[in-house]
């Protein structure tokens, strides 16, 4: 019998044929593991916070997140693999504000970071820190400042590579407080390290992390970090912008995000950006990270997308004004 209640009925039946094949695809999703690849090598800071945030996710997503270490000049070989993958939730990006230095750095790039990468969610932000020998005379950032601009040229900051976001951050900071001094680049934070302790420079700037072990011995002393509040484990050192003057809007801080391919179903990057939003309020993450030096934090993909953005555009003006030749 054709009542209005057995149309109705028909109707719902039909919507539900309709949205069934969607229904099902979401249930399935993910059905093996997700691989996080990882523009840098295993040891370091965002390599840890991937482990960190995928081993999370797994418990939460009852499925394995496999890293995949890719180290390469600029996160290049990383980024090209995941730009390059088929877009269905199963390879994801480690990105970085490296991300948006290559953009600035290099002259080609076989990926548009802007175009070519679905933003999921900002996972942590991480300080960087000018340092000094434990026994240098400069005991105050203020100190150091007034030495570089009594004596033009004539002060040394270690950093690693010509590029990287230590040496961009320093040459940042150079042209911030209005001082000649020299950048002096190095190949890797234990030389930097070793030039610091055997008194080759007058200071270093460097991502916090690797330092902090060196500050808790009194091997260096940490003068000023660069964000915008005091860091994590060092309450009692400022920030440079606490200096004023010419630095006090001066705020710098290494980023990690999650990306997909671009063209990953939106439905995907909606799971996984409410995945990354629990991981990353749960109290175990938060002090997994906060032992890194990583103050963790999640965002919406547009807002990760317009900080990418942002990123490119301070960064390539900062290589620009340092007359950094482009690779």
């Not at 990123?311 to 950094?324: D, F, M, P, T």
Request: contains cysteine; proline residues 7%; hydrophobic residues 45%.
């Amino acid at each position: 019998m054709n009542t209005p209640f057995s149309r109705r009925q028909a109707l719902a039946a039909l919507g539900a044929t309709v949205a069934a094949p969607w229904a099902r695809a979401q249930s399935k999703w993910p059905t093996k593991p997700i691989r996080i690849v990882v523009p840098f090598g295993a040891g370091g800071v965002a390599d840890l916070t991937a482990r960190a945030v995928g081993q999370k996710l797994a418990e939460q997503m009852g499925q394995a997140f496999v890293i995949d270490n890719r180290p390469g000049a600029g996160g290049i070989a990383g980024g090209s693999v995941v730009s390059q993958a088929h877009p269905d939730g199963y390879t994801l990006l480690l990105m970085s504000n490296g991300t948006a230095v290559s953009e600035g750095l290099f002259a080609r790039l076989p990926f548009d970071a802007r175009k070519d990468f679905a933003p999921i969610s900002l996972l942590g932000t991480f300080d960087l820190a000018v340092v000094v020998p434990q026994n240098s005379r400069f005991k105050t950032l203020s100190e150091l400042l007034a030495e570089a601009k009594a004596h033009p040229g004539k002060l040394n900051i270690a950093t690693i590579a010509v590029g990287s976001t230590q040496n961009l951050a320093a040459e940042l900071f150079k042209t911030t407080a209005g001082i000649q001094a020299q950048v002096v680049p190095f190949n890797g934070t234990p030389a930097v390290i070793t030039a610091l302790r055997g008194g080759q420079v007058d200071a270093a700037v460097e991502i916090l992390a690797p330092l902090k072990s060196q500050i808790d011995s009194k091997a260096l002393r940490a003068l000023a970090t660069f964000g915008e509040k005091r860091a994590l484990g060092l309450p009692d050192v400022p920030t440079a912008a606490e200096a004023g003057g010419a630095l006090q809007g001066l705020h710098i801080a290494s980023w990690n995000a999650l990306a997909a391919p671009a063209k990953t179903p939106p439905e995907v990057v909606e799971r996984l950006n409410h995945e990354c939003q629990l991981a990353l309020a749960s109290p175990e993450l938060r002090k997994k990270l906060a032992d890194l030096s990583v103050e963790a934090k999640s965002s919406t993909p547009q807002q990760l997308a317009e900080l990418l953005a942002s990123e490119i555009q301070r960064w390539s003006g900062v290589i620009e004004r340092a007359k950094i030749p482009r690779m």
